[in-house]
């Protein structure tokens, strides 16, 4: 009996269909049996569409947080820190040759240049050329050396950055540090060539405060 009855009913689905096909499109039987047949044959594009949706949508959210680590990186890079690396050995011990530091490249339009502050800027003779040095006198200082004792104001500097292997004998008389300049040496007095051969920087040449060291991995960590 129930075979009998799916039979029918298959049977009386097919006629249904045929005399519906030959109805007129505004007939309401027409459009009753589509919007019941509709619905079921579309069920598997719906679904297809769906998944292709939300593919497209996790591409572009993808590509969204892509765009905008990208941007934030160019941003820090270009105007808070930028990775450099040290060529060089005139700041021995404290930077060798080829270390990897971050420079901050924003903090100087916050805050004043302070002596003992590591800088870099375009060496002045060539500006295409950088150079890493320690600030020594700032603008207005009376900077004098003797047997390579540093004195800015007529008090001889304390140096403990600057081992006694590391320093040199050399004098050199006393010079007053101009208006909006720097007086720099290298922490490797025998072997920086700084302020003692090319005078005091100019503001304009130093574009970054060096503040951190991140490779070699055993040297992580703030300069001082």
């Known amino acids: 009996m129930v075979c009998r009855t799916q039979i029918l009913i ?6 249904l269909r045929e005399k519906v096909a030959d ?3 505004e007939n309401c039987v027409y459009n009753l ?8 044959n579309t069920a598997p594009r719906a679904v297809e569409t769906s998944a292709a949706h939300r593919l497209g949508s996790h591409l572009r959210s993808w ?41 901050n490249k924003f903090v100087y339009h916050l805050e004043p240049i302070e002596r003992g502050d ?48 590391y320093g040199d004998r050399r004098s050199m008389a006393e010079t ?11 922490d490797h007095r025998s072997m920086s060539n700084d302020s003692r051969e090319f005078g005091s920087v100019e503001r304009k040449y130093i574009y970054g405060k060096a503040v951190f060291v ?6 992580l960590g703030r300069l001082r």
Request: charged content about 20%; aromatic content about 12%; overall charge negative.
């Open 10 to 15: 298959t049977v009386t689905r097919l006629e």
């Open 23 to 25: 109805l007129p499109p």
């Open 33 to 40: 049996y589509r919007q019941v047949t509709e619905p079921l």
């Open 63 to 103: 590509v969204r947080d892509l765009l905008i680590s990208l941007a934030l990186s160019a941003f820090v890079i270009i105007f808070l820190y930028q990775p450099v690396k040290v060529e060089g050995t005139s700041m021995w011990p404290g930077l060798e040759d080829q270390e990897r530091i971050f420079i």
């Open 118 to 165: 590591i800088v870099v800027f375009h060496y002045p003779r060539d500006p295409a050329k950088s150079y890493i040095k320690r600030v020594i006198g700032v603008a207005g200082d009376h900077v004098r050396i003797t047997d390579g004792t540093v004195f800015v104001n007529g008090v001889a500097l304390n140096e403990s950055y600057v081992p006694e292997d």
């Open 176 to 186: 007053v540090v101009p208006p909006d300049s720097f007086f720099v040496l290298g």
């Open 214 to 219: 991140y490779w070699p991995m055993e040297k």
